[in-house]
């Protein structure tokens, strides 16, 4: 199902890949003569630029000193109106760099940031407490490409400019078992507040790609995020142990899950106790031929609660909202609700399991079983759907309070005989095509629930800034 392997699918990738860029590129920012203008959470009272610092974008000289000096030096402006560094047209080379508080990093529509494919230039850097080791590795991992941790007010965006974590290397390192830590995410901001990463082109992460963690009032908006679909692992927007988040209006080709919703890791994620809640995702485009559009786990042992979806489309994808959980994670998933979901080319639409496996190392406790409840679908329709559901609890732990409502799933031409695979789950349904299970009975033509009540993180506004 690889890109590589299917020209169909590499040409349907291209083709949509290059519509949202034009698109993104003819709405995103204005330009006049040499001044851009952009939308922030915050503007800036101090600007510089990565020249001012002796960076040269010529795509092979290292400027990982000049990203560390000019961030230094904004650093001080932080309770002066706060400071922004634009990177200018051009290519630019550098290792990992920190962020730091009441500052944007801004993208010129032609700078290309390049991450370094040399290992030292990556920080190694403790594990996840939620996680107790690499995610991949025992021990430490390597520190992300852009990092920041404890901070307040940080935007990184543009006039969708390029980040491309040139990551190829890294996936066959990992392929060919050469890696000595976790790859480095492509950008991680950890215990911070007020957080947007928005309008830009994010290309070939190492690993995941947009990382939050342990963070609030997160807010990613407007990216387009391309990886070769068997590319190893690179998710689009993994939120962690984060409370209000909202991701809209943004495309994703992905080697792994889209976006994948997490909270910690077994016996770890338990005792850290940060559940991802309050979550806004809407407006959303995948394609993943061998993951999930969406996904709630496998890492949930802190708790995933209050997640919104809305007015999402998924071409030749693996699974819609997939929930992957299993005996040893502990934790819970409740109060998903999904509306206006639509979907062409899938192998499941429905898609939960309670025998993921995948633990960190032998303490976990496999009596720590999950809670799956209040899951609920409208409004969805799919075509050339190979499967429509596959839903599997735990035994003597069923994933309860299923609702799936005014459903339509088109079957592809050669489909599976059993097209409703139910085991340890209870709900009900309401006019929905091919007639489920019978452990999820129809109750008449009533609607799942969705929410009325605006969250917080849905009355931030932006602000028009200029550099």
């Given at each position: ?168 290397i890294w996936w066959e390192k990992f392929r060919n078992n050469q890696t000595n830590y976790t790859r480095p995410h492509l950008i991680e901001i950890m215990y911070s507040n007020q957080v947007q990463i928005s309008n830009l082109t994010l290309l070939n992460s190492q690993f995941w790609v947009v990382h939050p963690v342990y963070s609030s009032n997160v807010l990613v908006l407007g ?245």
């Amino acid at each position: 199902m690889a890109s590589s392997r299917n020209p169909r699918i590499k040409q349907i990738i291209e083709t949509v890949a290059v519509i949202v860029l034009l698109g993104l590129v003819g709405l995103k920012g204005a330009e006049s003569g040499s001044t851009f203008s952009y939308e922030a959470i915050n503007c800036r009272k101090h600007s510089s630029s990565l020249t001012d610092f002796g960076g040269v974008g010529d795509g092979k000289t290292s400027n990982t000193i000049a990203f560390r000096k000019a961030i230094e030096h904004l650093s001080q402006f932080g309770a002066q109106g706060g400071s922004q560094l634009i990177v200018s047209p051009g290519k630019w080379l550098t290792g990992s760099f920190n962020l730091t508080s009441n500052f944007t990093l801004f993208l010129h529509k032609d700078a290309v940031i390049l991450a370094s494919q040399d290992e030292k230039d990556y920080p190694i850097v403790p594990p996840l407490p939620s996680y107790g080791r690499g995610r991949e590795l025992p021990g430490p991992r390597y520190g992300a490409f852009i990092y920041g941790t404890n901070l307040t007010d940080i935007v990184i965006t543009g006039n969708n400019g390029t980040i491309d974590g040139q990551g190829a290397i890294w996936w066959e390192k990992f392929r060919n078992n050469q890696t000595n830590y976790t790859r480095p995410h492509l950008i991680e901001i950890m215990y911070s507040n007020q957080v947007q990463i928005s309008n830009l082109t994010l290309l070939n992460s190492q690993f995941w790609v947009v990382h939050p963690v342990y963070s609030s009032n997160v807010l990613v908006l407007g990216l387009t995020i391309l990886a070769p679909t068997d590319s190893a692992n690179t998710d689009g927007i993994d939120p962690d142990s984060c409370t209000n988040v909202r991701i809209e209006d943004c495309f994703v080709v992905s080697g792994d899950d889209c976006i994948a919703i997490k909270s910690g890791w077994d016996q770890y994620g338990i005792a850290f106790g940060m559940p991802t809640k309050h979550v806004i995702i809407r407006r959303f485009t995948c394609i993943s031929p061998d993951s999930a559009v969406i996904a709630l786990g496998s890492e949930m042992s802190g708790g995933i609660e209050d997640v919104r979806i809305e007015d999402i489309y998924a071409l030749n994808s693996e699974s819609g909202v997939r929930i992957k959980s299993s005996p040893g994670r502990g934790g819970y998933v409740k109060d998903i609700f999904v509306r206006r979901f639509t979907m062409n080319t899938m192998k499941y639409v429905f898609w939960m399991t309670g025998a993921y496996g995948s633990h960190p190392d032998d303490g976990y406790d496999p009596k720590a079983v999950p809670v799956i409840k209040g899951i609920n679908y409208n409004d969805m329709v799919a075509q050339n759907v190979t499967m429509a559901a596959n839903l599997a609890g735990i035994d003597n732990d069923p994933f309860a309070g299923i609702c799936i409502s005014n459903v339509t799933i088109g079957l592809s031409a050669k489909p599976k005989k059993l097209q409703w695979n139910c085991t340890d789950i209870a709900g009900t349904t309401s006019e929905v095509t091919p007639p489920p299970c019978s452990l999820l009975p129809d109750n008449g033509k009533s609607t799942c629930p969705f929410p009325t009540n605006k969250l917080p993180i849905e009355d931030v506004k932006l602000q028009t800034c200029s550099c």
